[in-house]
């Protein structure tokens, strides 16, 4: 771009946080190469999404979608994830990379703040951080949108979701979050972020909890999405 971006490039390099290599000056947070590789689910180009679908009837949705599909067992797939599940600053290099997208769309119009989903303080001190936090600090960076934590607690450290049916999700989440501070909500907007999302079933339990606050609006974002894959106007 200029000569002095040119000699910073030179000085001090920049490495692509999940493959390692060397980015040049027109390379933001991840490589070309990474971005191009997630498969986008491009929800927020569609209308009436599924995934904004998951959340009708259980929330005062306004807006929801992920950045791009989630399949574990994909092996093309694995490298990145692993590195960027295993990461969580990683997550936030990818978390600005899709806010970039979303910000062009306008995906955050009339947010007011962003509630990362709240992981249980047993579960926090053993992996030592909460994973949505760094994704949010990504969507902070981009948004400039101030982030919110300790508005809502998840109260019970229940296992882990992935072998459970759709059914015993919904209910294996059911009343393990509590709203401790609804003044702070009250009459606003909010991004819930989340890692994963699957069936939503933690999501549409801790947005309820939100939804208790009067007058609350909820967007939901979330990196990646397990569900079941949907056409995604993806041509890439
Ligand atoms: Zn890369």
Not at 34 to 63: D, M, Q, V
Not at 162 to 175: A, I, P
Request: charged share 30%.
């Amino acid at each position: 771009m200029n000569i002095v971006t040119d000699i910073i490039d030179f000085v001090l390099p920049r490495y692509c946080p999940i493959c390692n290599e060397r980015m040049g000056k027109d390379e933001q947070y991840i490589c070309f190469n990474c971005l191009s590789s997630l498969p986008r689910t491009n929800a927020h180009l569609i209308k009436e999404n599924p995934i904004e679908k998951l959340y009708w009837t259980h929330l005062p949705i306004e807006r929801a979608t992920s950045f791009f599909f989630y399949d574990a067992q994909e092996s093309r797939e694995t490298i990145y994830f692993t590195k960027y599940f295993n990461d969580p600053k990683v997550g936030t290099s990818v978390a600005k990379a899709m806010a970039e997208e979303l910000n062009e769309v306008g995906f955050f119009e009339g947010m007011d703040m962003i509630i990362p989903l709240p992981l249980h303080r047993n579960r926090k001190r053993k992996r030592g951080y909460n994973q949505c936090d760094f994704i949010a600090e990504g969507i902070k960076e981009v948004t400039g949108l101030p982030i919110e934590r300790d508005v809502v607690l998840r109260m019970v450290d229940n296992t882990s979701q992935t072998h459970l049916l759709s059914s015993e999700r919904k209910e294996n989440v059911k009343d393990i979050f509590e709203l401790k501070r609804p003044e702070t909500i009250k009459g606003k907007h909010l991004l819930l972020v989340d890692d994963v999302i699957t069936t939503g079933a933690t999501t549409i339990s801790c947005g309820k909890e939100l939804a208790k606050a009067e007058g609350v609006r909820i967007s939901v974002v979330s990196m990646g999405y397990a569900g079941k894959k949907f056409l995604s106007n993806d041509n890439r």
